[in-house]
């Protein structure tokens, strides 16, 4: 169970974090959260679909990892093998936290129940000395804002995509080198149809509102498809 606090240089003085790679601290998904900002960096390693909650209608968008429930074929012992990483996993274990009216400014909070919270003086030191931020703080700091900022503008992102119909359900059967066989269902891609057959006003509106980018490299994306089935291939995983 997830255990919220502020983070604060007085109560969190001694605090170090595990920054390792690792199933076992939070990298055993096989698919993590992405927002539009940082589909031009992520679209060069993963797939980038989507998803629709049946309940709310909202959408999310999913950096693929794997093909099976906490499967991260991205990882190498206690290392990424990628070049990057969504930031919904790097930003991990801090988030963004707010007053229960969502007004005032955001705070900085960390879960001390997740397994990155080191114990007996491993890891890496959230706070220096003298109780200024570590540099390891202050890039989750600059990866919390990038999240934060990224998630509060995706809302006028998928109603865009909703407004023009632009994504379609998507599902592939996958069938590795020892004949096990996966299918993926449950997932949205972007349209390209509809895309190639938007009006040139509703392209230029996109363009302007910094929706159009996006929806190509998640296009682009799923070339990586290809390189993940043979990652898995590689792994002998069936």
């Known amino acids: 169970m997830s255990q919220h606090q502020i983070l604060d240089p007085k109560t969190h003085a001694d605090l170090r974090i595990r920054a390792e790679a690792g199933g076992e601290l939070g990298d055993g998904v096989s698919a ?16 980038l679909l989507f998803r629709r909650d049946g309940a ?7 950096a693929l990892l794997g093909f099976e429930p906490g499967e991260n074929l991205f990882l190498a ?5 990628a070049v990057c990483r969504p930031l919904s996993l790097a930003v991990q274990p801090f988030l ?9 400014p955001s705070q900085v909070h960390i879960d001390m129940a997740h397994p990155r919270i080191a114990a007996d003086g491993e890891g890496i030191r959230v706070f220096d000395a003298d109780g200024t931020p570590s540099p390891f703080l202050e890039e989750a700091i600059e990866m919390l804002g990038l999240l934060d900022n990224g998630y509060q503008a995706s809302a006028d992102f998928f109603a865009a995509v909703d407004r023009y119909d632009l994504l379609e359900p998507f599902s592939m059967d996958v069938t590795l080198d020892s004949g096990a066989a996966h299918r993926m ?3 949205n891609m972007v349209n390209e149809e509809a895309l190639a057959g938007l009006e040139p006003g509703i392209l230029a509106e996109l363009h ?15 070339g990586n498809l290809g390189k993940l089935v043979r990652r898995k291939n590689r792994k002998g995983h069936g």
């Open 185 to 187: 269902v449950g997932y």
């Open 32 to 47: 993590a959260l992405a927002v539009p900002a940082e589909f031009r960096r992520l679209a060069c390693e993963f797939p």
């Open 77 to 81: 012992g206690t290392r990424w093998d």
């Open 208 to 222: 302007a509102a910094g929706h159009l980018a996006p929806l190509y490299f998640a296009v682009a994306s799923l």
């Open 56 to 62: 709310s209608g909202a959408w999310t968008a999913l």
């Open 96 to 104: 963004i936290g707010r007053a229960a009216d969502g007004a005032g």
